[in-house]
């Protein structure tokens, strides 16, 4: 009998991974495992290192080393040999793989509060970095974590930045545990502590890139240096030998090109077309699969000199190009994730037990900052006072609450729902962190734009069309000439690139961004810049929207006519402390009318959304809110009622003032023909001061609860408008979630929400046109980069199919055909921000940010 033993890429991996006793046989009655031929080369399943001897194997598996075996028999335990079927070389050598006992530190009860980004007791969310993440079966594995350990809940990788977040439950594992379990699989995760809460600034290039740019200048240099007879024309017949030498010489100097720094441009190919999908890198495979073939040809035949020093020019500028375009993308990812200012401020208590609203990058670990009802927790830190009652949706996406006592550590992204809580901060404010929270997809998934769309169905159709034209090229010549044959096909695989359309919007819109977070506008994501141009209809909240809170006059009056029924000190004092508790900016102005007042302590405190405030202060039952809320009163006047102890107290009176630069804004919307309307929880008092701004008395809307301000924006939707809404995100969550853009503006207030897609300091109130134009721009911009960028492939194809066009002056032109587009969009969009005053003040980290009235 002859037992067949199958390769480790071969039917076996097909087949998946079998029991440790199963292995194939052409007939049944084999041995377990056959010996290889003496000769043959054995080489590790798992990693594909060549093994020593035939010891280690696990039926027809072999293995370098006891690491990869093990490896190998905790995936197949657990049913994730698949891992092996989505990538070539999937694995990592165990050969140096660390102890896992190295990893017992990790049980320090300190050190395990610095790495975890969020607990509550039950569950638990830590980042690693994992250098040996590399493949599309890295991605699968470490995403399929919860069947190696049963306490990860589920786990998300960020393979640019190769990390992976696991969400895990904390009575079923551990840090340790973790990092014991990704070591045992060949992803030692990389841990410094240093880097836990220190807003480094990251790599901005990997260093393979350089070592890969480093051997391709250096055989391109050297290949041009070899290659001088052939450019002077030298004859051969007088000097064969040397000929012969210098191309032998150029053939060994390409080899590291070929295979090193080329690679990823092979394996990028490889795997598309093993997933069915034509990407930019198969027809750049092509083109140098075809000068390198020709050229080693050439040489070897002694037919003629090749063109190597072609093929190491395409690919030494073809990594050049992607080092420039990775330098500058992380360029402008840093600025926004580490420098640009994220428009909250938080309200820090100073030592003199006054509070002040700071912003976040100027708060400090051991700064106390207190947190109302309704604000986000912006860093972790330590519950000192007050009852906590936090909704961790934004970070874990469980919605129930979790309630804290003093001394209980709590975590970014946390809202409270309930008092006023007093927080000693342990960490400083990432807004990285913050940022991707708030992109998480949860909050809101938005469709692509035009531009965007347009990309992708480009780099969708792109590549077959030009393997298309390539070959019709090759085709035509090749009768006529075969050396132009090659020479057309090849410059039309290397010049066609549509990588100007795919770089147009990160780079332009990218730059947009990063001016607007300067000028105290913070837009998630580009989406929402191309949404800007497609808003049909506009809303605008009131209080605290269109209003200036910091300039209300506040005036209480008496429910009584006899001028006997003022309110006391002690009424005052419980007063204050009541809406002390609350964010919403009528709670603030009364809480600023009685700035002479000292506080109190609430009990019971509850905020209900659109009608008012309620609690205990002293034993007195308070309640705060809109007429329709207090029961029994009777209704003399409009503001905000109070009552004490079920007696209607009186109401207080604010007078509004509008936000500077409110006429012009809604002009700009007209001369847009947006449709613009206010919709308000406020009665309508204010109606007749409204209607100079508002002419059309249908576009105001008053009593408008939370649940109405939704319905209303949908029935816009319906209609087919695209929908922009500015709140205060505090009562319009729902209808800031549901606009296709929602905006929320910050003033002095923690009152950020993930609902909504851009924040804006109040003091930038008046440039919020400016800041339309120039997203408006942008897409203009994107849009001449697209045609730019058709008519440069255009006369590019026409060159290269007549066969005149170098290959090397195509590779130079491919990666100068991105950086153009990519100046392009940079400068345009710079100068037309400089044009609206936008690019000129840059905001530093010294500037006094929050102040409590408009900016000259």
């Not at 009655?29 to 031929?37: E, H, I, V, Y």
């Not at 949706?393 to 550590?409: K, N, W």
């Not at 079920?646 to 001369?671: D, M, T």
């Not at 406020?682 to 209607?691: M, P």
Request: aromatic residues 10%.
């Amino acid at each position: 009998m002859t037992t067949i033993i199958l390769p480790a890429r071969g039917i076996a991996r097909f087949l998946g991974c079998k029991n440790k006793n199963t292995f194939f046989m052409a007939k049944p009655a084999a041995p377990p495992a056959a010996k290889p031929a003496p000769h043959s080369r054995l080489y590790c399943y798992h990693c594909q290192d060549e093994c020593p001897d035939d010891r280690l194997h696990i039926d027809d598996k072999y293995f370098c080393c006891n690491g990869c075996q093990m490896v190998y028999e905790i995936l197949n335990t657990h049913q994730l040999c698949q891992f092996y079927d989505l990538d070539d070389n999937p694995g990592i050598s165990q050969k140096l793989r660390r102890d896992a006992r190295s990893f017992a530190w990790l049980d320090d009860d300190e050190i395990r509060q610095q790495l975890l980004e969020f607990s509550d007791g039950n569950t638990a969310i830590v980042t690693f970095y994992l250098p040996a993440m590399h493949c599309a079966s890295c991605i699968w594995l470490l995403e399929h974590l919860y069947k190696l350990d049963s306490g990860v809940v589920h786990s998300k990788v960020n393979f640019l930045k190769k990390q992976v977040t696991i969400h895990f439950e904390e009575k079923n594992t551990s840090l340790r545990k973790l990092a014991s379990m990704l070591t045992s699989i060949g992803y030692t995760p990389e841990i410094n502590l240093g880097d836990v809460s220190a807003n480094g600034k990251p790599k901005a290039v990997d260093r393979s890139l350089l070592y890969k740019i480093g051997v391709a200048g250096f055989a391109f240099g050297n290949i041009m240096l070899l290659s001088f007879p052939e450019y002077l024309g030298l004859q051969k017949e007088l000097e064969s030998r040397f000929f012969a030498a210098f191309g032998f010489v150029n053939l060994l100097l390409s080899l590291p090109v070929l295979l090193y720094s080329a690679r990823d441009y092979f394996v990028s190919a490889y795997t598309g077309l093993r997933h069915r999908h034509l990407n930019i890198d198969v027809p750049l495979a092509l083109g140098m699969m075809m000068l390198f073939g020709r050229s080693a040809w050439e040489i070897l035949t002694q037919s003629g000199a090749g063109y190597l020093d072609s093929f190491a020019g395409l690919v030494f500028f073809l990594l050049v190009g992607r080092w420039f375009q990775q330098k500058t993308y992380h360029q402008l990812s840093f600025e926004r994730d580490y420098k640009s200012y994220f428009p909250v401020a938080a309200s820090r208590k100073n030592v003199d037990g006054s509070e002040s609203a700071t912003p976040l990058n100027k708060l400090n670990p051991g700064d106390i900052i207190l947190v109302r009802n309704g604000e986000l927790i912006p860093a972790d830190g330590i519950l000192l006072k007050g009852g906590g009652r936090i909704d961790y949706a934004f970070v874990t996406g469980e919605a129930d609450p979790v309630l804290l006592g003093s001394g209980a550590h709590v975590y970014a992204g946390g809202k409270q729902l309930g008092e006023t809580l007093e927080i000693s901060l342990t960490r400083q404010v990432n807004t990285s962190y913050l940022t991707q929270l708030w992109n998480n997809e949860a909050f809101k998934s938005q469709a692509k734009g035009h531009a965007s769309a347009l990309a992708d169905r480009a780099g969708r159709y792109f590549t077959a069309v030009i393997l298309g034209v390539a070959g019709l090229a090759f085709l035509y010549w090749a009768p006529q000439n075969l050396p132009t044959a090659i020479n057309a096909f090849t410059a039309v695989l290397i010049i066609a690139c549509p990588c100007a359309v795919a770089l147009s919007i990160p780079f332009t819109m990218g730059n947009i961004l990063r001016i607007l977070a300067r000028n105290r506008f913070y837009v998630k994501n580009t989406n929402v810049l191309e949404s800007f141009s497609a808003v049909q209809a506009v809303i605008f909240d009131k209080t605290g929207t269109i209003t200036n809170t910091g300039q209300h006059a506040v005036h209480f009056v008496p429910a009584t006519t006899d001028g006997r029924g003022q309110l006391s000190p002690t009424e005052k004092i419980a007063v204050r402390t009541l809406a002390n508790q609350s964010n919403h900016p009528l709670s603030r102005q009364i809480v600023a009318a009685f700035a002479d007042v000292p506080l109190g302590t609430a009990n019971g405190f509850r905020e209900l959304p659109g009608q008012g405030i309620q609690g205990t202060v002293n034993g007195w039952g308070i309640r705060l809110g809109s007429p329709d809320f207090i029961a029994g009163q009777t209704q003399v006047g409009e503001g905000v009622y109070l009552e004490i102890n079920g007696v209607v107290r009186g109401y207080f009176r604010l007078k509004s003032h509008y936000r500077q630069g409110l006429a012009p804004l809604l002009a700009h919307f007209r001369q847009q023909q947006v449709a613009t309307w206010l919709v308000s929880g406020d009665h309508n008092r204010e109606a007749e001061a409204l209607k100079p701004y508002f002419p059309d008395a249908a576009s105001l809307r008053f009593k408008q609860s939370p649940q109405d301000k939704l319905d209303f924006v949908k029935n816009l939707q319906q209609n087919g408008q695209n929908v922009l809404m500015l709140g205060d995100g505090l009562n319009d969550a729902g209808a800031l979630q549901q606009s296709d853009v929602g905006i929320v503006v910050a003033e002095n207030t923690n009152n950020f929400t993930p609902a909504c897609d851009a924040i804006l300091h109040a003091g930038e109130f008046d440039r919020l046109p400016q800041f339309f134009r120039l997203a408006q721009w942008g897409m203009t911009t994107v849009n001449a980069a697209y045609l730019l960028a058709a008519g440069y492939n255009i006369v590019g194809l026409s060159y290269a199919v007549s066969g005149t066009l170098s290959p090397v002056v195509a590779a130079v032109l491919m990666p100068l055909s991105s950086v153009t587009i990519l100046l392009f969009g940079f400068g345009m969009s710079q100068w037309k921000a400089m044009k609206l005053g936008l690019a000129s003040s840059p905001l530093h980290s010294d500037q006094v940010l929050y102040q409590g009235h408009n900016p000259a």
